[in-house]
């Protein structure tokens, strides 16, 4: 443990059209909100995982994040989701390994909450 803090990890995911802006604004404000929610720094993000699903070819989050201005010191890595039959398409999913003092509240923004309906189910 780092000053009191342990290591843990955190998921968060967000849908997009497979267009290079769309793919940038959607993985910002997946990022900032992730942090924003969970009370946590850049600095306390170890590494930063995103995988992708086959129709997003436009370009590499993880490529977008840095051109924002994210993540410069944090390591990145992606890759591309099974493609499983019936499976969501324009999806991009985030695990975050970070330093933290509690575990994470998961985001999921843009219709990405279809996901886990076993945690966003609003009709229940």
Do not use: W
Request: glycine share 8%; net charge positive.
């Amino acid at each position: 443990m780092i000053f009191g803090k342990k290591l843990y990890a955190g998921r968060a995911a967000v849908c997009t059209q497979n267009t290079q802006e769309q793919i940038k604004t959607a993985v910002v404000t997946a990022y900032t909100r992730f942090l924003e929610v969970n009370g946590l720094r850049e600095k306390d993000i170890v590494s930063l995982q995103f995988s992708i699903t086959s129709d997003i070819t436009a370009a590499n989050p993880a490529t977008l994040l840095r051109s924002a201005g994210y993540a410069s010191a944090t390591v990145l890595f992606c890759s591309t989701e099974p493609n499983i039959d019936g499976s969501p398409h324009g999806i991009i999913r985030f695990l975050f390994y970070y330093y933290g003092k509690k575990k994470a509240v998961p985001i999921y923004l843009g219709g990405a909450e279809k996901l886990r309906p076993d945690m966003f189910n609003h009709t229940a």
